[in-house]
């Protein structure tokens, strides 16, 4: 068990739809990741926070948006929902010093019909 | 840009061999950090080991250890004495900094008895 949590683990939702992915650091991680794992993309960063600010980020498509809250979570919000963005959605945290491991939580299986 | 390589989508194994997974990386920073997290059947991403560029010693830990051939921008992962266990993907990441892990496409790994 690595610390973090992640919710829901699966999600079946149709085209058009919107969900969010909500994600709770290891205790004391001030900083969040989200990485996006699909078959044709492999495992691609999505944004990072770090203590409610945006830090940096990566191949996130408009549609999608996240935010972290005063108490650390995050939540990743995806919509407009296409089929190709059924993957696996994983949060990771880290102290956010230079080089500290990233810790991933579970993912969340997402599956657009 | 940071650019991570996996040549080797499979490999397959008895057990209790020693198995090597190759690693090619590029990057301009001089400092970075270099990874290999374990992904078994669960989709869990676990890390395996990590190495820090400005050491020169090879990171080890327990039955896995790296060649780090910081020259050739070469990191690979040696397990010995493999176990059943270590079925899974492996994925090398490099990092600058505190910020995200760029992924290769990973290697699939079969462990048989």
């Avoid at chain 1, 492999?42 to 990072?48: P, R, S, V, Y």
């Avoid at chain 2, 990092?95 to 790994?109: I, P």
Wanted: charge should be neutral; glycine fraction near 6%.
């Amino acid at each position: 068990d690595s610390g973090v949590t992640q919710t829901p683990k699966h999600l079946i939702t149709a085209t058009g739809q919107r969900v969010t992915l909500r994600c709770s650091p290891r205790s004391g991680d001030l900083s969040v990741y989200w990485y996006q794992q699909s078959l044709d993309q492999g495992l691609q960063f999505l944004i990072q926070y770090y203590n409610g600010e945006e830090r940096a980020k990566g191949n996130i498509l408009e549609r999608f948006s996240a935010q972290q809250f005063p108490d650390l979570h995050s939540e990743l919000n995806l919509s407009s929902l296409e089929l190709g963005d059924s993957a696996l959605y994983f949060c990771a945290s880290s102290v956010a010093s230079p080089g500290e491991t990233q810790y991933f939580g579970p993912g969340t299986r997402l599956l657009v019909l | 840009a940071q650019t991570v390589t996996q040549s080797q989508p499979e490999m397959s194994v008895q057990e209790a061999e020693t198995v090597t997974l190759s690693c090619t990386y590029d990057t301009s920073e001089s400092n970075y950090y270099l990874f290999w997290y374990k992904q078994p059947p669960s989709r869990q991403m676990i890390l395996v080991i990590r190495q820090e560029a400005y050491k020169q010693q090879n990171a080890t830990e327990n039955r896995f250890s790296v060649n780090f051939q910081k020259a050739a921008k070469s990191f690979s992962l040696k397990i010995s004495d493999s176990q059943l266990g270590d079925t899974a993907m492996y994925f090398c990441a490099s990092a600058q900094g505190a910020q995200k892990l760029v992924f290769g496409q990973g290697t699939r790994l079969t462990i048989n008895p």
